[in-house]
Structures are given as C-alpha cells and as structure tokens.
C-alpha cells in the first residue's frame, strides 16, 4: 500500500520514533527492504536519488517498487531524493511518488526557498509531500551548518512538510577525520522554532564489522567513519522523524557479494549471489529499523 511520507513522518515525530529512508537503485535492494520492513512490521520509506534513477530508469524504478508495495501489507512510501530541479519533481509526481525533496540547498536562502515552493506548488497539487534542505552536508567538516531561526523563516515562506537540515554529519563512509562531531544542541534548538519533522542526511554509521569483512575479501576501504548511533538515537529524541541510510546498505550488499564469490567460486549463477546479499542488506535494514524505535509500527 502506498502512502504519503506527511502523516508518517508527522506520527513519528509526536511519537519520538524515526523511520530511516533507505535509497535504492535496483530489485534486490528494493525486495531486501520490503523484506526487511515485512518482518520488523514497520512502515517503509524507500528513495530514489537522479543518479539512481538514470541508471535504472524512471519508469523501471518506480513499477518495482510499486508493484512490491502491491503485494506487500505495510504502508510504503517512494520518495525522491536529492532531487535537484522542478523537471525531476514534474516527473515523479506525475507517475505517483508519494514524496519529493527538492534540494536546493546550494542557492542561497532567499532562492533555495522560491524553488521549494514552486516544488511545493506542484507536489501538493498531487497530494505528494515535500522535503527540502537548508544547510549544507559537505565533506569532513566543510559543512555550513543549519541556523534554527533561518530554518523556520524558510518553513514558513516555503510551506514544505519536512526539513533536512545539516547538524554536521556527511554522507559516504569517510564522514569525519577524526572524532564525529554532531551539533545536537543545534538540533535542538532548530527543533524549538520548527515544527515540521526534521530530516538527517549522511546518517549510516558505517559498521566497523562490515567495512572488516568486505576488507577481509579484497577490498581497500581504509579509514571510514560514520555516525554513531547513540547521537542518532539522540537526534531521534530532539525531532528527527526521517534518517537516511544509504551507504550501511551499499557496504552490506557488496560486502556479501565479495563473500559470497570466494566461499563459491565455482557459483555463476548471479541469482544466489544476488540473493545472498540481498540478506545482508535485509539484515542491516531490520537492525536501523530496530535501533530507531520504527518496529512494530506499521499500524501507527
Ligand atoms: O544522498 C546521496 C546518496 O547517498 C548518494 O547518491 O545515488 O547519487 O550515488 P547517488
Ligand atoms: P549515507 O551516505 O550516510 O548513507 O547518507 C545517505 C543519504 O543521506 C541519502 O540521501
Ligand atoms: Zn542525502
């Protein structure tokens, strides 16, 4: 079943739980999620960035997802992410995404919040929400953190139903040098002055276990780091409604085909590959699930 992101997110916020929204680009990554949020009995928000979408397709993109909705019980919402232009938002609307972020967070406020509520007029016309940004994530610290009482200016004047705001986290797996360094007073003073559900970027915490293992079977990550999960669970206290995980899923998946290949090598079958770390990523979906307090409320 389809849904809008609004009342998920809204009822999360009030109920201090978060949803993470887990990006996919593929069916594998796509069932693994559905798998995953089947088993925890918690709403689903998956998401799609341009990137993702131009290499699956649009249209081929949307139809997995939808038609696993169809056949699935929980409520399940398909979002676009990072889109950057109101071509994009046009496009997704029209074909039944549930929810759109326009990121307009390189312009300056004044022009970040025309275009968001140009993609407001023309999602809301179709009954699909909005997220948009303000702050800017960067690279290992080169972030322009999010001011709280910009932030509810631009809530105001854009109408958007979310907001991400950037509290110092990045995303990719090499997000700190040294220490992370999460403003979660600044968090919470955002949280004060805005009160639609708040949205954390950059937020996988890139397992030490599964950056060990994909190392284990060739490959050469080095020095990650990412967010830990107390301050997630903190950030989820202060009103974040919506945590993003991207890279967690991409470390599992290829961590398990590695695995998956040197205990088989004789296997070419891409099916049980593909299977195989499907799981994987099935497994690190139900654990955020879990962790960000989204289990069991698939009913509200
Ligand atoms: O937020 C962005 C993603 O984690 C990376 O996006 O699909 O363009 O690689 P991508
Ligand atoms: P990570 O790279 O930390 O998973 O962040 C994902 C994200 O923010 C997608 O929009
Ligand atoms: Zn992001």
Known sequence: MFVSSKSLLEKAREKHYALPAFNTSN???SKALFGAAEQMKAPLLVQTTPSSIEYAGLESIFSIIKTLSKNSKIPACIHLDHGRDLGLVKRCTALG??????????LPFNKNAALTRKAVKIAHWRGCSVEAELGSLGRLGKASLTDASQARLFVKKTGCDSLAVAIGTSHGAYKFKGKPKIDLERLREISELVSV????????SVDKKLVKKANRYGAKLGHTAGVP??????AIKLGAAKINIDTDLRLAFTAALREFHAKNPKDFDPRNALEFAGQSVKKVAAEKIRAFGAKNRARG
């Open 97 to 106: 995404y549930k929810s759109v972020m326009i990121d307009a967070s390189r």
């Open 229 to 234: 999960m107390k301050d997630l669970k903190r």
């Open 27 to 29: 069916l594998e990554m």
């Open 197 to 204: 559900p708040l949205v954390l970027h950059g937020a996988s």
